[in-house]
């Protein structure tokens, strides 16, 4: 639950970042939006964090400023890539919480509610952006964000 709670971290500062740089106030808007649900994610996995005895990573205040930086330099390349990028990200984290799902143990109902609600919303947001005008990314950046997904999850996971 610590990697998921992280995620969220960087999903707030995502998309903050994405919303001080948006071009149009619509596509602000929307950013805050997608924000809110993820701040209710990021409050579900602090709570079941604790009911776990689990600590957030140490990690976390990095995570997040590198988050802001990349959000609001997305969203200086316009909101068609702003928004594309959110669509991208999103299917990154949908993936994640399709093999965090089947890897938890069966009993753990609470888990499972939480991660089935987050990946309802995250393809949601997915799907939004790129309704909304973003621009689908070219399968290497995918590849390159897929890598550092990938990196945020296995330091998160120890540290």
């Given at each position: 639950?610590?990697?998921?709670?992280?995620?969220?971290?960087?999903?707030?500062?995502?998309?903050?970042?994405?919303a001080l740089a948006?071009?149009?106030?619509?596509?602000?808007?929307?950013?805050?939006?997608?924000?809110?649900?993820?701040?209710?994610?990021?409050?579900?996995?602090?709570?079941?964090?604790?009911?776990?005895?689990?600590?957030?990573?140490?990690?976390?205040?990095?995570?997040?400023?590198?988050?802001?930086?990349?959000?609001?330099?997305?969203?200086?390349?316009g909101d068609k890539?702003?928004?594309?990028?959110?669509?991208?990200?999103?299917?990154?984290?949908?993936?994640?919480?399709?093999?965090?799902?089947?890897?938890?143990?069966?009993?753990?109902?609470?888990?499972?509610?939480?991660?089935?609600?987050?990946?309802?919303?995250?393809?949601?947001?997915?799907?939004?952006?790129?309704?909304?005008?973003?621009?689908?990314?070219?399968?290497?950046?995918?590849?390159?964000?897929?890598?550092?997904?990938?990196?945020?999850?296995?330091?998160?996971?120890w540290i």
């Amino acid at each position: 639950m610590r990697v998921n709670h992280t995620g969220e971290v960087c999903a707030q500062a995502l998309y903050q970042g994405q919303a001080l740089a948006a071009r149009s106030e619509e596509t602000r808007a929307k950013l805050l939006g997608a924000a809110q649900e993820e701040a209710d994610h990021l409050a579900w996995c602090e709570a079941r964090l604790a009911e776990l005895d689990a600590e957030p990573s140490r990690l976390n205040p990095l995570f997040y400023a590198a988050s802001f930086a990349l959000g609001a330099a997305t969203a200086m390349a316009g909101d068609k890539v702003s928004l594309g990028f959110v669509h991208a990200t999103e299917e990154r984290v949908a993936s994640h919480l399709r093999a965090h799902l089947k890897a938890l143990p069966g009993d753990d109902r609470k888990s499972q509610l939480i991660l089935q609600q987050m990946l309802n919303d995250e393809e949601r947001h997915g799907a939004e952006a790129l309704e909304h005008g973003g621009k689908e990314f070219p399968h290497p950046v995918k590849d390159v964000m897929t890598l550092a997904s990938q990196l945020m999850t296995r330091t998160t996971y120890w540290i």
